[in-house]
């Protein structure tokens, strides 16, 4: 889920890429405010939590007369002279801050994690303001190996980890951490945050919620491998993963 930090900074979430750890650590040093938003909820919904359509539904039945005027001011404005006053900025969001992790290793991760929970099944894919989750589209894809999950990941969902990752990482996200250098990028974030926190504690705490190590299970076929990097290309160069040495 969003979590709201006490100086109003938000930390989003993504599945498997090490977020229990860093909710555990910032709830030790009380940095916590509250939550924003639901499981593993991405940039918007964790801006306007799932009960939009209630939370709307009073707006348009209580303010009818506010709502309208604020549409006729954005249709009277003339776009070609630039934003209209007051428009939204990047610094009238909240600082929001997540972590990603290499392609290769998330979908191991993810593939050895839904393995031991026995395919568990993430609500709907179609749900788009009830509980919704990142992975609900991997819903379908139970299989007796691991080539054969990811030859059905790459038949409906080919670039699904940079895509996901794209819903975390869109205009307004501050800083994005990387699992791989997880304790020391988020020390810088909370540096850049100018909180107060336990350095030592952070690269001495224990990992949380961790998969088990790769095992025999996950054995790549060369051609999937190859496959799966082309259609996350993408993700490895927008955040900095190479795919030289894979």
Sequence with gaps: MGTRLINGAIFLHIPKTGGS??????????????????????????????????????VITELPNKLINHFKKDAAHDWTTGPRPNQPTLE?????????????????????????????????????YGFWHPN???????SDSFNQFIE????????????????????????????????????????????????????GMEKVNVSQSKSNAIQWDPALKQEFIKTEYAGFKRYGYSTDDI
């Excluded at 050895?112 to 894919?125: A, C, G, I, L, M």
């Excluded at 997880?182 to 690269?203: E, G, M, P, S, V």
């Design 136 to 142: 609900a589209v991997l819903n379908d894809l139970r």
């Design 21 to 58: 750890f860093i909710e555990k650590y910032l709830k030790n040093q009380k940095l916590i405010q509250s939550k924003a938003g639901g499981m593993h909820d991405d940039i918007f919904r964790s801006l306007y939590p799932q009960d939009w359509p209630h939370r709307a539904n009073n």
């Design 152 to 203: 059905k990941l790459l038949n409906k969902r080919p670039g699904y980890v940079t895509e996901m990752f794209g819903w975390y990482t869109t205009a307004g996200i501050r800083a994005i951490g990387h699992t791989e250098n997880l304790r020391q990028d988020l020390a810088n974030i909370l540096d850049q945050l100018q909180l107060t926190y336990d350095k030592n504690l952070l690269f």
């Design 92 to 128: 009238s969001l909240p600082y929001m801050f997540c972590f990603v992790r290499n392609p290769i290793a998330w979908i191991e991760s993810y593939y050895s994690f839904t393995v031991k929970q026995n395919w568990y099944y993430w609500s709907s894919e179609y749900d788009y």
